[in-house]
């Protein structure tokens, strides 16, 4: 069996940001995976350079490619827009994987420790990741916007009683919010908070404990905006609100400072989706800097390296989070090893995203069910994009086989 042809697709409708990517064997088999964030650079990469290596190639030899591509992009870098593509390749290798041997990716990976996993909505909306903001589309910013059907975020803001009894009424067992990046992007935010800004930004947090009672766990993304000093303001003024933990409050650049947070802040920390190598994980755990290791599958290699990161988590006793803002196949793949994978404790999910953006662009349904979403049950990723996104007017690249 051969790769014979790649495709990606860098101008999604509605999915400002993301790479969907297919590959295609001379046996028939489709492969599907998708990133997220710069994708005319992560397509580049991909048709540039990394179709050299796969195209005539057998899609079977994961580990090969995987090992191959990641070590000599390391020779350059190798951190950003070639992991992303890395990311979308691998997982349409596992997909391919999976089509022909006939089973789910959770099977390869060794077979299933739990039926599903527990989830937790991030409050966005529809548009979330997807519109322009401050005249770019910067990771981190994203607008309240307006009253309207599933803007979690505009509800979590103005109507926190509300949303978390609809929340608590569908099963859902948590929420993320991100109340406090307005004050972030004050002058001076990252550095100093005012009493009247952190109260601001972290009432609803007390309001939705209230309203949601005890067992409803609520998660704080900080999006990396804040320093130490600020870090831990916000960590003692939302220790009342009793919260799961505190995600990604401080920047990743220095673990030994996520450390101190950490010790100071008395409260659990989850860092970082913002980590892209293997190097990066194992020195947070190796510092005991973190409660929950937070996960991208697709920025950070694909499966491949997920399921190790997962794996590495669990020597050191700590649970993983899987992270989703983006697309079906990011969430597809934290689903499908978190299912192979017994401390994957949490599986992020948007239910706009799943509800309005994602049934435009694949097949797969998600069964959710008492805030928990089960195991695919189709071949390989188990799920089909939309092949009409494959065009030109997508921003259609296309590498085939020279088979001469």
Not at 241 to 246: H, V
Request: glycine share 12%; hydrophobic share 40%; charged share 20%.
């Amino acid at each position: 069996m051969r790769i014979v042809k790649i495709e990606t697709v860098s101008s999604v409708p509605n999915g400002n940001g993301l790479l969907f990517c297919r590959v295609e064997t001379d046996e028939g088999h489709i492969g599907h995976g998708e990133t997220y964030y710069i994708p005319g650079a992560a397509a580049a990469v991909i048709h540039e350079w990394m179709a050299d290596r796969l195209l005539g190639a057998n899609p079977l030899e994961i580990e090969s490619h995987w090992r191959f591509l990641y070590e000599r992009a390391l020779n350059f870098g190798g951190r950003g827009a070639e992991l992303r593509a890395l990311s979308a390749i691998d997982l349409a290798l596992w997909d391919i994987l999976g089509q022909v041997a006939g089973l789910p990716v959770w099977q390869l990976l060794g077979g299933r420790v739990q039926s599903d996993i527990r989830i937790y909505n991030s409050s966005g909306g529809p548009g979330y990741g997807s519109a322009k903001v401050r005249g770019g589309s910067w990771p981190g910013y994203g607008a309240i916007g307006e009253k309207g059907p599933l803007n979690d975020y505009w509800r979590a803001v103005h109507e926190p009683e509300a949303y978390a009894r609809e929340l608590v009424n569908e099963g859902i067992g948590g929420a993320k919010m991100w109340t406090l990046d307005f004050a972030a992007h004050l002058p001076g935010g990252p550095s100093h908070l005012s009493q009247s800004d952190l109260q601001k930004g972290l009432e609803p947090f007390y309001r939705m404990r209230e309203a949601a009672g005890p067992d409803f766990e609520l998660i704080l993304d900080g999006h990396g905006f804040f320093l130490l000093p600020a870090a831990l303001q916000i960590a003692e003024v939302l220790r009342g609100a009793r919260p799961l933990c505190l995600e990604d409050v401080i920047r990743p650049d220095c673990v030994d400072t996520i450390r101190d947070f950490r010790a100071r802040s008395g409260t659990a920390i989850a860092a970082s989706e913002m980590f892209t190598t293997g190097e990066e994980f194992r020195l947070l755990l190796e510092k005991r800097a973190v409660d929950y290791v937070m996960i991208d599958p697709t920025w950070v290699g694909g499966i491949t390296p997920t399921a190790r990161i997962v794996d590495l988590a669990r020597l050191y006793n700590l649970p993983v989070m899987m992270h989703d803002c983006t697309g079906p196949l990011s969430l597809l793949a934290g689903v499908q090893v978190g299912i192979a994978r017994g401390n994957v404790a949490w599986q992020e999910t948007l239910r706009s995203h799943i509800r309005v953006q994602y049934p435009k662009w694949c097949d797969w349904a998600p069964v959710i069910h008492q805030g928990r979403i089960s195991a695919p049950q189709g071949p390989g990723l188990g799920a089909t994009l939309d092949p009409a996104l494959f065009c030109e007017s997508c921003g259609l690249r296309t590498s085939l086989w020279n088979r001469n």
